[in-house]
């Protein structure tokens, strides 16, 4: 396993490319079974969840081949020779269950493992049954597999989702395409991934309404052409990078970035004041007068701030003037770099879904350890801007949505380097 070691070096200066969105594409690659015309991605990520769901897509007999370094994806799935998605290929990753609505709608018949827990939670999927039995699937769990049915093929239905789920939106979004009649999604979600969605299955030829609002209404076609979509750009790759020169100090533009995906996040930036400018190339982020303000976080669905960008604003938190109250209401268990902060001289007290952050002047670097994708990202966030060197360990956590970390930001004048397990 690889370690990052990252050492503080002071103010960042320079422009970091900011690539497609890992949470749009995973939702975008499954879209290619609702058809048996090729679907092409452009400025796809590359980062290893892709891989897999590259991988799942393929154990279902669908083509995937990766076109300029990965950045664009032709995938096509004329016929699938196999109904279901394997345990070890989904427990590597929740966003297998994705697979589950667009092999349904299209085929009638789907086995998909549940995908279990993961480090910040349970992650239950019920919402993402109950909306497609809302549609008349069967379902029965078995073995650790949903075994779904839809012997006449799927039909419109009325989903009104009690929380608001990610996942369970683009399940039912995909599922209900192809379903006869009208179905519509009350409580659904928000976020600009489902929104790229939507648009990729518009270019498809689906009939959906309402997408970026609380009710997605979508009118069942016969079937879906191909189409060639471009990924959305990444908000929680675009919010990590913009805590770069917030936690060191200097000025970074970040090439693509869009002030529409972070308004929620950029609210707070400007509240810990941190100025973030749009420019013709994206977004240009820098602290305005040296000290950051600690300021309050709740996390909340879209357009709230959002809980993949909770465990980097507590990096910055922890050197702010004052003291910061972060509340995670998403996921039971999200503090997990709390405890690694705390090894760096952070102080952190975490009771329940709430952590109280007392800033300090500086934090000082020492050997931690990832234990998720963004905690990882967090403990480097904290590593620039500490004093001496931070080595992190088990950084596959990071493979899995960040692409070039070390390349990108050794390009604004951070000192940081990726080694093999010594
Ligand atoms: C998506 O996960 C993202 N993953 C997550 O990003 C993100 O944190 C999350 O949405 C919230 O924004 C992908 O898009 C691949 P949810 P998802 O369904 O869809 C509960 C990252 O770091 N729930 O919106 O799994 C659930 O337990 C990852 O990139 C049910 O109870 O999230 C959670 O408490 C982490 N039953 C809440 O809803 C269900 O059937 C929100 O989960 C589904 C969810």
């Given at each position: 396993m690889d370690s990052i070691i990252v050492t503080g070096n002071g103010p960042l200066k320079g422009q970091i490319p900011i690539a497609g969105a890992k949470n749009a594409c995973l939702t975008l690659m499954p879209a290619t079974l609702l058809s048996e015309e090729p679907l092409t991605l452009t400025n796809a990520p590359r980062l290893s969840d892709i891989k897999t769901m590259t991988t799942l897509l393929q154990s279902l007999g669908a083509e995937v081949s990766q076109l300029q370094d990965g950045q664009v994806l032709v995938m096509s799935s004329h016929a699938l020779d196999n109904h279901v998605a394997d345990y070890d290929i989904v427990r590597k990753m929740r966003a297998s269950i994705l697979v589950l609505g667009p092999m349904l709608a299209r085929d009638g018949h789907a086995v998909v493992s549940l995908p279990g827990g993961c480090a910040i939670g349970a992650r239950p999927v019920d919402l993402h049954l109950k909306a497609l039995e809302a549609m008349g699937a069967e379902l029965e769990l078995k073995d650790g597999y949903v075994h779904a049915r839809a012997p006449g093929?799927?039909?419109?239905?009325?989903?009104?989702?009690?929380?608001?789920?990610?996942?369970?939106?683009?399940?039912?979004?995909?599922?209900?395409?192809?379903?006869?009649?009208?179905?519509?999604?009350?409580?659904?979600?928000?976020?600009?991934?489902?929104?790229?969605?939507?648009?990729?299955?518009?270019?498809?030829?689906?009939?959906?309404?309402?997408?970026?609002?609380?009710?997605?209404?979508?009118?069942?076609?016969?079937?879906?052409?191909?189409?060639?979509?471009?990924?959305?750009?990444?908000?929680?790759?675009?919010?990590?990078?913009?805590?770069?020169?917030?936690?060191?100090?200097?000025?970074?533009?970040?090439?693509?970035?869009?002030?529409?995906?972070?308004?929620?996040?950029?609210?707070?930036?400007?509240?810990?004041?941190i100025s973030v400018e749009e420019t013709a190339k994206g977004l240009k982020v820098s602290r305005k007068n040296g000290k950051v303000r600690a300021v309050d976080v709740v996390t909340e669905p879209f357009p709230g701030f959002p809980t993949d960008l909770q465990a980097q604003m507590m990096a910055l938190m922890c050197t702010a003037e004052g003291t910061s109250v972060l509340e995670e209401k998403i996921f039971e268990n999200r503090f997990m770099h709390a405890p690694e902060l705390i090894r760096m001289g952070a102080n952190i007290e975490v009771h329940g879904g709430t952590a109280t952050v007392k800033g300090v002047d500086r934090l000082k670097g020492a050997p931690v350890m990832a234990t998720d994708l963004r905690a990882s990202v967090s403990l480097i966030l904290a590593g620039l801007a500490a004093e001496g060197e931070t080595i992190v360990s088990r950084v596959y956590h990071l493979d899995r949505g960040y692409e070039h970390v070390v390349r990108k930001l050794v390009g604004v004048g951070a000192k940081i380097e990726r080694v093999s397990d010594r």
């Open positions: 093929g799927l039909r419109g239905g009325m989903v009104d989702f009690p929380i608001v789920s990610v996942g369970a939106t683009e399940n039912a979004l995909m599922a209900a395409t192809l379903a006869k009649g009208t179905t519509v999604l009350k409580n659904a979600a928000r976020e600009p991934e489902i929104v790229d969605l939507a648009h990729c299955l518009r270019r498809m030829g689906a009939q959906i309404e309402g997408e970026g609002t609380h009710t997605i209404t979508i009118q069942g076609v016969d079937r879906l052409g191909g189409a060639t979509h471009p990924v959305v750009t990444d908000r929680i790759e675009l919010g990590t990078y913009m805590l770069a020169p917030a936690i060191c100090g200097g000025e970074v533009e970040l090439l693509g970035g869009r002030i529409d995906l972070v308004g929620a996040f950029c609210e707070k930036l400007d509240a810990a004041g």
